[in-house]
């Protein structure tokens, strides 16, 4: 038994549900006591979706467990394929049916079904929502494409002379999935864009006559590996279809997959082509503009599913120009991967799906910015963090009346708005806080651009050494001080947890430090503080206040 | 499964004796959910599901807005370990509970709340609640019962809570009034306003604020219960000789009359205190769903089944209203706790238990009414489809009881019909500045 408050993941009929949901002409019947249906709404209210999901529900009750549950699902399963008339079913069982063994695979293979039946085995007390997802997709393509004795054979890249284009299919978008409506719609721009076919999308909006044709294709473009990775596998062992590995969220990643799909294609782009290209992303210039300045070194937090975490931390790293202070992912699917991508920039991976572990490493990191999930935009807003939402699980506002994907060229100028702008917002607000100790605006005074009355400001003592005028940027650079003193290069969580009996101010370095700008002087006092505690003082001098701000420039 | 079992005529059919019962898809809630209302009334209890990730999952789903907050309540989920009896269940709820309680020494109450998987595996949450009990008293009681889908609608699961409550409550021998059933505080401390002005008392309340101040209960103690689904609680009060005192539930300016009156004709004493006390109110009320009916008189509404509630609903909307309720569905009709609810239905309405929610959906959509109170996994969709629709667990968690909450109850089945207007696309006024007015 495992105690949880909050999850990440859904159970795994919700990750079948998601790939039924996207695709057409295909209804899941699932063996289920009331209660289950709170699924719908997923769909129904954070999507928005205007239809139910195609799931019927046989919604046993304690009294049908002595009696025939296995007659209810067949009762259920041919009023639902009478009513809904499917090209596709599929068959399954959450968690309670799951105990009671009825066998809806067996149940449905011997009612003779006019219509191919897929059965589901999703162990529900050991994998959880994506894995429910990537099974569903693998068991409906591995009915639909049948593989033959030729159809193992590796395929030739077709080349710009082959007699017709080369083409490929996109796999992986599901209902309910990070930003998957408009990264379908940015990945099949930018494949047309490279004198790709697109042969098939699945499972989004996918009927199963549209699954069955995914071999015709040259290659498969993995969108999601959470969903399609296992899928791509059999398709590359089966039928010999080569698949990508680059997630092309960020530019340079974006690069990198049309580099990888141009490869798989055999074809080669045009220089045209490519200043087309590049003229679509305008993030890589706004990222070099003066004014980003200030983002330089920003000490981020990601966390995620594994792709869009690994694909953020290198965004903000390589991109951006800030600082991994931490990475970490909830699909344990793929830690590996996540592990591998948090060497990268010398952190420990936190692979955990437990949110309170999450939110002590937040704590204890001191992030500037934290990419994550809903759950973490809480955490963070708790802490007064600054975060951008880069993940699942899903939440209503991650459905945005616009467009606005995560990859390509468009969903890299969609990450810069993005996660800029909670700094941006971050930078007003403690300019507002700054201004409001200031002597000339603080709370009492009178608004500037009213005409003098009689009050006059009363001096405050201490005032920060910040221009009242300054703008953003120049508020910035006085606090260049300052911000030395307060940025270490990490901060150990061990350090951080360790008891520490704050040594006292003396009065000379308590005026000094209300000089630092408000932005960074809760992060100077810490930092100050913890240097005293390291060397058993127990009066923090104007000289410890300098001494603490060399050792941690250094 | 899934026939229509034919409609029981039975003598009367003018007392709506006649009632469609349909079994298959059932669209609503299992009982787990009411821990999302329960666990804020009574404010030092913690509830611990043991159950599975989809138990967790309905929870956070459903008690969206709790993720601001540590919210008093939990999943033990139950691992494949447990399944194959690699680790002993028992010893496992003992370990998550001391995890729990090591973070929330706070809590006084602690429910183990059974759930599906708990059930079918048959978990022993009695023997756990018993043991732990005996370990942690008297600093923290541990009760259970059971909030599964297979044995609780939505609703049932406070009626379960509840019941369990039952056996705890201390003994009296005084003649009290005990309100049942959970109320919005502001709800509530309205009606304990109202009681003490007619001078009936003493007043208790179930479940109460605190965990460490449970309600008495004995012989002379009458029971005015406030929710329509607490049949079960109710037949626990009355083994331990309470008596129910019969009234329609506090909806509307009517019902709450009448469910005030009903308490006045038992304890009342000085004969025209009740009208000096109650009219003014009665006709505050009144007026403020004025408006409302105005909007609302002769539109057809029609109630999928949810929270039990939709009786009460229907007689509301239809007599202080003026609506017309087509089918009422209910996931279940109790008729002894409906006794003064049914008779003020209108007699043409369909009444519906249980549910077969494709057949259902047919039967609406073919007598397309003007307002569908329905869940959210059906609003959308039927909005889609061009029906206005309410959903019907705003009903279950706006404070809708009571005087001075009759209008926004009105109003929570207007703004759907003020919002379409509002979007209705009237012509666009003409483009530009008018002539003659450009600077």
Redesign the interface.
């Known amino acids: ?7 990440y ?3 795994t ?2 990750g079948a549900m998601r790939v039924a949901t996207a695709m057409r002409d295909v209804h899941y019947v699932l063996h289920a ?10 769909f ?2 954070i999507e ?5 999901p195609p799931v ?7 009294r049908d ?1 002595g009696g025939d549950t296995a007659e ?1 699902f067949k ?2 399963l041919h ?1 639902a394929h009478e ?1 809904f008339a499917p090209s596709l079913m599929l068959v399954g069982a ?3 049916a799951e ?2 063994q009825d066998d809806p695979g067996g149940l449905a293979s011997s009612m003779g079904l006019p219509v191919p039946v897929v059965a589901l085995d999703l ?4 994998r ?1 929502e994506n894995f429910g997802a990537a099974e569903t997709f693998y068991r409906i393509v591995r009915t639909l494409c049948p593989a033959t004795a030729t159809s193992r054979q590796p395929r030739a890249v077709p080349g710009p002379k082959a007699a017709r284009r080369p083409s490929c299919n996109l796999l992986g978008a599901t209902a309910l999935g990070f930003r998957h409506r408009d990264d379908v719609k940015e990945l099949r721009s930018l494949i047309a864009e490279l004198g790709v076919e697109l042969n098939v999308v699945a499972p989004w909006e996918a009927t199963p006559a549209d699954v069955a044709r995914i071999p015709q294709a040259d290659f498969n473009v993995v969108m999601v590996p959470e969903v399609a990775h296992t899928a791509a596998q059999w398709l590359k062992r089966e039928h010999g279809m080569p698949f990508t590995q680059t997630i092309p969220i960020g530019v340079k990643a974006t690069w990198a997959f049309i580099d990888e799909v141009c490869g798989l294609a055999g074809i080669e782009l045009t220089q045209d082509q490519r200043d087309k290209l590049q003229g679509m992303a305008r993030s890589e210039w706004y990222a070099k503009s003066v004014d980003s300045t200030y983002l330089t070194g920003k000490r981020v937090f990601v966390f995620g599913d594994a792709s869009h975490a690994v694909a953020a931390a290198r965004v903000a790293a390589h991109e951006f120009g800030f600082t991994v202070v931490g990475l970490g992912t909830y699909s344990r699917e793929f830690a590996r991967e996540v592990r591998e991508a948090a060497a990268e920039f010398g952190v420990e991976p936190l692979i955990t799906d437990d949110h309170l572990e999450v939110e002590d490493q937040v704590r204890a990191l001191q992030p500037e910015l934290v990419l994550g999930t ?2 973490e935009r ?1 955490i963070a807003k708790r802490l007064g963090v600054p975060c951008a939402v880069i993940s699942a699980p899903m939440h209503v506002q991650d459905f945005p009346a616009r467009h606005a994907p995560q990859m390509g060229f468009e969903g890299a100028n969609v990450l810069f708005d993005t996660w800029v702008h909670p700094l941006m917002m971050g930078l007003e607000e403690h300019l507002l806080h700054m201004f409001r100790e200031d002597f000339e605006f603080h709370g009492d005074a009178q608004a500037s651009h009213l005409p003098a009355t009689a009050t006059p400001n009363t001096a405050v003592a201490d005032k920060p050494a910040v221009e009242p005028n300054a703008t953003p940027a120049l508020a910035g650079a006085a606090a260049q001080v300052a911000a030395q003193v307060a940025a270490p290069a990490t901060v150990h969580a061990a350090q951080a947890a360790a008891p520490i009996t704050a040594p006292g101010w003396a009065d000379d370095a308590q005026r000094e430090l209300a000089k630092i700008p408000f932005f960074v002087r809760g992060k100077a006092r810490r930092n100050t503080e913890r240097y005293a505690v390291e060397r058993g003082m127990s009066l923090i001098t104007l000289e410890t206040l300098y001494d603490a701000k060399a050792h941690y420039a250094s | 499964v899934n026939a229509a079992i034919p409609i029981h005529a039975l003598p009367d059919p003018t007392c709506n004796d006649a009632v469609l019962k349909q079994r298959g898809q059932r669209e609503v809630f299992c009982g787990l959910t009411g821990i999302v209302w329960l666990h804020r009334k009574i404010q030092d209890a913690f509830f611990l599901v043991v159950g599975s990730r989809t138990c967790s999952h309905l929870l956070q789903s459903a008690a969206g807005v709790m993720i601001f907050a540590e919210p008093r309540f939990a999943t033990a989920i139950i691992d494949e370990r447990d399944l194959a009896g690699l680790a002993d269940v028992q010893e496992e709820i003992d370990r998550v509970v001391g995890q729990l309680m090591s973070r929330r020494p706070d809590i006084k109450l602690l429910f183990l709340v059974g759930s599906c998987p708990s059930e079918v595996i048959k978990i022993d949450l009695a023997r756990a609640a018993q043991r732990l009990s005996g370990k942690m008293l008297p600093r923290t009681r541990v009760l259970h019962y059971s909030g599964s889908g297979i044995e609780t609608t939505f609703t049932q699961g406070e009626d379960a809570c509840l019941s369990a409550l039952v056996p705890e409550l201390p003994s009296t021998d005084e003649a009290n009034l005990l309100v049942v059933g959970a109320l919005a505080d502001v709800v509530e401390d309205q009606f304990l306003r109202l009681f003490d002005e007619l001078g009936i008392g003493p007043v208790h309340v179930l479940p109460s604020r605190r965990a460490d101040a449970l309600p008495p209960v004995g012989p002379r103690t009458r029971l005015l219960v406030a929710q329509p689904f607490l049949a079960d609680t109710v037949r626990a009060l009355e083994a331990r000789g309470a008596k129910r005192i019969p009234a329609t539930f506090p909806l509307g300016a009517e019902g709450t009359t009448q469910w005030l009156k009903a308490a006045w004709d038992v304890f009342g004493q000085d004969a025209t205190r009740f009208a000096a006390v109650v009219g003014p109110r009665r006709e505050r009320a009144a007026r403020s769903l004025a408006r409302h009916r105005l909007d609302l008189q002769g539109k057809r509404v029609f109630f999928f089944p949810d929270s039990q509630l939709e009786v009460p609903l229907a007689r509301f909307v239809a007599r202080e209203l003026g609506m017309q309720p087509l089918e009422v569905g209910t996931p279940y009709l109790h008729r002894g706790l409906l006794d003064a609810e049914l008779p003020l239905l209108p007699r043409d309405v369909l009444l519906s238990e249980g549910q077969d929610v494709d057949r259902q959906l047919d039967r609406c959509l073919q007598q397309l009414p003007d307002l569908v109170v329905c869940g959210l996994g059906l609003a959308n969709p039927l909005e889609a489809q061009g029906i206005t629709t309410k959903w019907s667990i705003e009903l279950v968690f706006t404070p809708i009881q009571g005087f001075e909450q009759a209008a926004d109850l009105a109003a929570l089945f207007a703004r759907p019909f003020e919002r379409r207007a509002r979007l209705q696309a009237s012509a666009l006024p003409r483009h530009g500045f008018p002539e003659g007015q450009a600077a």
């Open positions: 038994m495992k105690l949880a408050l909050w999850t993941e859904g159970p009929h919700v006591p009331q209660g289950d249906t709170y699924a719908d709404l997923l129904t209210m928005r979706r205007n239809k139910r019927t529900y046989t919604t046993f009750q304690a467990l209810l009762t259920a009023e009513r959450s968690c309670t105990l009671i162990p529900s007390y050991q959880k809903q759950m809480h």
